[in-house]
């Protein structure tokens, strides 16, 4: 049984870093319903992992990566929803779909036509993390995010689908 | 599309999301729906081949020395070892700390689902191959009835020639029928393994890892 104040503390480093969760769930999902089973299937992962979290290092960093190790694997086996929904967390993203400019809409559809690994490349650089950290999320070289990155850029610029 | 443009406005919708996302949580759990879907699965599958194994050994024992049961006994025994030893690693594989870099996590997790993607291969292709033993075991073992008087040699030999000759048939046929399916995920999903397409585009994801990591 984990201590309660072990979950308060992750409820609340949740709250605060709750954005990077539907931006990984938009990367990954087109449908409301999937993000929403995404976002569970990331809360439940996260607090799984949440034991072996080093408070040395920055929460989004560590988030991210549990979040797209989450977003890759369920979108890599074509998992459905299930049945009968377990409703352990409520998802509402309308408002935050609402506000988005259609340039994003646009972005996000380019987005969606990369295959998972360069998805969460994307996502990285967009998010203003350089290509150190990307790398460390990652674990591979900087060297190699940077010619990833470049491939996507283009293909991205392009609206190029793979 | 100017990317760095559109890092402005990324950033911009960014700040908003703050206020804009409500996401609650009813119940911490530490696994997800999908994740608990796989556990019980992988149990389930571990228990009876272990059962299996069990039952099949003793029938094995008791007739090591007739040939004509401790051969078909032999394949059942084999396979459910297989099946058996396939189902533990991927419970080992399944306890994945996915707070792992990505790259290392994905290329674990992608392997996992080549084994599952094999598994299947075998188990859908051997079985009409492995009913035939399966059913002299079963009367032997269970009724202790002796099948060579029920069933003509011939009968048992052109079954099992079947069974051989319907291998290379059920993937040519999955094949034809794997890109025209539509409907339920979970038959469009043993098709594509049958006709190889889902272990391709696994193959292709972990050299897509290996060019990452290299």
Known sequence: ?162 | MNLEAMKEQWSAHDALLERSIRIQINTLRASGPALRRLQWLLWWEIFTSAILVVLLGSFLADHITEVKYALPGAALHVSAIALLGFGIHQLVMLRTDYDAPVVQLQKRLETLRTYRIRATQVALLTGPLLWVPALLVFLKGVFGINPYEIFEMRWILGNIAFGLVFIPLMIGLARKVASRLEGATWFRRIVNDLAGKTMNDAVAFLADLDGLAR
């Open chain 1, 1 to 162: 049984m984990r201590a309660a104040a072990d979950q308060q503390r992750f409820l609340e480093l949740l709250e605060t870093h709750k954005r990077i969760l539907y931006k990984v769930a938009n990367a990954y999902c087109r449908h409301d319903e999937d993000r929403r089973d995404l976002v569970q299937e990331m809360v439940a992962q996260l607090w799984r992992s949440f034991a072996s979290y080093d408070e040395r290092f920055r929460f989004s960093t560590w988030m991210y990566r549990v979040a797209m190790n989450v977003a890759i694997s369920m979108h890599r086996t074509e998992s459905r929803r299930p049945a009968v929904a377990l409703q352990d967390v409520d998802v509402d993203l309308t408002a935050a779909d609402q506000m988005m400019s259609d340039d994003l809409r646009e972005l996000h559809r380019r987005i969606a036509r990369l295959d998972p690994m360069s998805r969460a490349l994307i996502l990285l650089y967009l998010d203003g993390h350089d290509h150190a950290e990307i790398a460390e999320i990652f674990g591979i070289t900087t060297t190699n995010v940077a010619t990833r990155m470049s491939r996507i850029r283009t293909r991205l610029q392009e609206g190029e689908s793979r």
